[in-house]
């Protein structure tokens, strides 16, 4: 696999990027409080057939940190990057918080996206309760660190069953990143749009993968947006929850190839 790791600069902030394989482009975007590595078990089985674009969130990752931002900035530098590297229009894919920043995108520069895969992600926006544990998580992470932000996370992220392993891994990349990136996400998701509008009124294909016990974004959740939705398919993982592509890295690598067949 030829891979190709390198920053653009977008919007005044340098994103890290890695490009792989050939064809059309599929960009992935990744959850919170994450980076690109969700994505590492799924690119050896993807990019023999697909080009594939993973992107650092400003902030996260090896992306250059980042002043306060909203979900609006970072669909905005999403729609940067897409233009600067001549993808569109493209497929995105967006796991949770990504889904979100892949709604927004929709709703800002639809003409940018071909099709859009939403995985273990909601339309809708937060409730009050929903939105005062945003207040709470960014107190958690500025007053004490990632490490308390991933201890409060962990329960709900995976399966019942997951290993070791993904466990471990999911913690490293959840204590690696700033934790003033994870506050300013706290509030740009605390404050993000409802979707739902957006998604149903798409006229390219609106995909969804959702693990079978994803207990952040539920199945039953995903599939009231698949219903709404004008096309699209909608993949269950099993022995997945939140974070598919590392916890069932090959259904979830199938469910992407089969859905974007026809790019
Ligand atoms: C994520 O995985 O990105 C988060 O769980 C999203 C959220 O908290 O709404």
Known sequence: ?????????????????????????????????LDSRIWDDILPLLTPHRRVITLDLRGFGQSDESPAFSMRQLALD??????????????????SM?????????????????????????????NTEARNKRIEMAKLARDQSAQAVADQMMPKMLAPQHTPEVEAKLRTIMQSQRTETIAHACIAMRDRENYLNTITSLSFPVDMIVGQHDAISSPELMRFMHQKVN?????????????????????????????????
């Open 98 to 126: 990504g889904g979100y920043v892949a709604q927004e995108l929709a709703s800002e520069h639809p003409e940018l996206l071909s099709h859009l895969i939403l995985l273990d992600t909601k339309a809708e926006s937060d």
């Open 78 to 95: 999403v729609a940067g990057f897409i233009t600067l590297k001549k993808l569109g229009p493209c497929c995105v894919a967006g796991l």
């Open 231 to 263: 096309y699209g398919r909608l993949f269950e993982i099993p022995n997945a929850g939140h974070i598919t592509p590392m916890e069932n890295p090959q259904a979830t690598a199938t469910a992407i190839l089969q859905s974007t067949e026809n790019l």
């Open 1 to 33: 696999m030829l891979l190709c790791m390198a920053y653009e600069l977008v919007q005044s902030t340098r994103l890290w990027y890695a490009d792989a394989g050939t064809g059309k482009p599929i960009l992935l975007l990744h959850g919170f409080p």
